[in-house]
Nanobody, 123 residues
Framework: VQLVESGGGLVQPGGSLRLSCEVS????????IGWFRQLSGKEREFLAA????????SYSAAAKGRFTVSKDNTKNTMWLQMNDLKPQDTAVYLC?????????????????WGQGTQVTVSS
């Protein structure tokens, strides 16, 4: 089982990034997915999630209106489109998968995790 994020990097305030998470070892058909971020020494912060079917989504207050989560079960891949990035969005971003139809809002509810990708928002 492996989740591999990509797409992080350095971006100026107001810019955009699209994070990808490719899954191998299982099929996303049966998994809800989520995106979290983490600062050193802090707990993982929920950002966005989508149900296994893709029909239901949830966003945190920090993500709503700026971030969009999506998944393509045929490609076993999920994405997080991030727009209007701010310096306070700087963190390590992680994707996660949870067996079952419904997503969770807490990091403890997820079964598998990617290694994380660094996003730095700075001028």
């Amino acid at each position: 089982v492996q989740l591999v994020e990509s797409g992080g990097g350095l971006v100026q305030p107001g810019g955009s990034l699209r994070l990808s998470c490719e899954v191998s070892g299982f099929t996303l058909d049966y998994y809800a997915i989520g995106w979290f971020r983490q600062l050193s020494g802090k707990e993982r912060e929920f950002l966005a999630a989508v149900s296994a079917s893709g029909m239901s989504q949830s966003y945190s207050a920090a993500a709503k209106g700026r971030f969009t989560v999506s998944k393509d079960n045929t490609k076993n891949t999920m994405w997080l489109q991030m727009n209007d990035l701010k310096p306070q969005d700087t963190a390590v971003y992680l994707c996660a998968a949870r067996l079952g139809p419904d997503y969770g809002l807490e990091h403890e509810e997820y079964d598998y995790w990617g290694q994380g990708t660094q996003v730095t928002v700075s001028s």
